[in-house]
């Protein structure tokens, strides 16, 4: 069953789709990335997914998507999505009479994973898909991808490209220390390389699909980063390998093995260090941090196993 209304979240009015398939099924609460690209309108293909397994809530943060027009003017701050998604979860849980499995996606892993390590008791479990942890060392990793793809290509320009920018940096490829025409050549290596990819447009081309779609939600994509500039910049220097690393709730990270967005060999590492009951690292082989799209079955397959056993 679908059903999709508003709830008032901290005095602010947030845009819901919920798909209820029985109560005594696991719940899923979903916390979408960007910031400001809700993904609650690709709710009916990822239930459709898991239909007869478990229940799923998907909601639109402040600035994105159709709580985009009910969110105060200015700029979203990091701290009000926290504080949002902790109100969620307790009505989520009110609703359900149960706790949630918590799975945070991109950008909406920062706030949903500090959140089951600060709250164990109010989570059945975490799923970071495409999990973020390291930022400020991002450009680093996607580089010396770069770079050891230029060798198996035994492309030399390439190579040259890539150690003339390592110098220029001092080995950090920190933008600000590279000239605009430097960051340009760079980009044209991502793409090259097929290091970093657009998720607007996988999102734009399956949002219009669900039957709850219409041109303003066009209009609220192209808008909602724009407000959400500030959770993009308070993105950049998260590094969760200097935060506590201590979880109370089973753990998984899933994603693929060419996802540089969100580096999966960041995530490896960091499920190594943590403590908690159950940690679960799946990776998808020849997928990139579209996984969830790029080969569903085993996506699915692997989430749900970890929901099963850790019910």
Same mark, same amino acid.
């Given at each position: /069953? ?8 901290? +005095? ?15 719940? =899923? ?7 400001? /690209? ?24 402040? +600035? ?13 701050? %990091? ?24 799975? +945070? ?29 390291? *930022? ?22 390439? =190579?040259?490209?890539?150690?003339? *920018? ?46 709850? %779609? ?7 994509? /192209? !808008? ?29 990270? =899933? ?24 940690? !679960? ?21 692997? =989430? *749900?196993?970890?929901?099963?056993? !850790?019910?």
């Amino acid at each position: /069953m679908e059903r999709a209304e508003y709830i008032e979240i901290n +005095g602010v009015k947030h845009f819901f789709i919920e798909y209820e398939t029985d109560g005594d099924k696991p719940v =899923i609460l979903y916390v979408h990335g960007g910031p400001g /690209m809700a993904e609650s309108l690709i709710g009916w293909e990822i239930a459709g997914r898991t239909e007869k397994t478990c229940n799923w809530v998907f909601y639109d943060q402040r +600035g994105a998507g159709r709580t985009y027009y009910n969110s105060p003017d200015g700029l979203v701050e %990091y701290e009000e999505i926290y504080n949002d998604l902790e109100e969620i979860v307790k009505s989520v849980i009110e609703r359900y009479n149960k706790k949630p499995f918590i799975m +945070g996606h991109n950008w909406g892993t920062i706030p949903a994973i500090r959140f089951v390590r600060n709250n164990p008791g109010l989570a059945a479990g975490y799923i970071g898909y495409g999990q973020v942890v390291d *930022m400020r060392n991002i450009l680093k990793i996607r580089c010396a991808r770069v770079r050891e793809l230029s060798e198996k290509s035994g492309s030399r320009h390439d =190579i040259k490209v890539i150690d003339k *920018m390592s110098a220029a940096t001092e080995g950090t490829f920190s933008r600000d220390l590279l000239t605009q025409k430097q960051i340009t050549r760079l980009n044209v290596l991502f793409s090259k390389y097929n290091i970093t990819s657009g998720l607007d447009k996988e999102l734009m081309r399956k949002i219009p699909s669900s039957h709850l %779609y219409d041109l303003s939600d066009l209009r609220i994509m /192209m !808008n909602g980063p724009k407000i959400s500039y500030k959770l993009n910049e308070y993105m950049k220097n998260i590094n969760l390998f200097e935060e506590p690393m201590e979880y109370g709730v089973p753990m998984m990270f =899933i994603t693929g093995d060419w996802d540089y967005q969100t580096p999966y060999k960041s995530a490896e590492k960091y499920m190594e260090e943590i403590t908690a009951p159950v940690k !679960n690292n799946c990776i998808i082989k020849d997928t990139s941090f579209n996984a969830m799209f790029e080969n569903a079955d085993e996506f699915w397959e692997k =989430i *749900m196993a970890f929901i099963e056993e !850790n019910i």
